[in-house]
């Protein structure tokens, strides 16, 4: 017996997932921890910009 590396192969019942749906769950997951990151922080990573809360934000300038 070959083994196959072709998912599809191995069991009639896997279910896999499109490119949409695999990008539809990392997209809720990503902003599920943004979420989480600004209401800990104060912070808008989307943005780039602080809010207010807890933390003083400062800006500082490059080298």
């Known amino acids: 017996m070959e ?5 599809r192969k191995l069991s009639p019942n896997v279910d896999i997932q499109t490119a949409a749906e695999i ?5 809720a997951a990503e902003k599920e921890e943004q979420k ?5 922080y104060n912070f808008d990573v989307v943005k780039d910009v602080p809010l207010g809360g ?8 490059p080298y």
Do not use: A, G, L, Q
């Open 3 to 7: 083994m196959s590396t072709d998912r």
């Open 23 to 27: 990008e539809e769950f990392f997209s």
């Open 36 to 40: 989480k990151f600004m209401n800990k």
């Open 54 to 61: 807890r933390y003083e934000w400062v800006r500082i300038k």
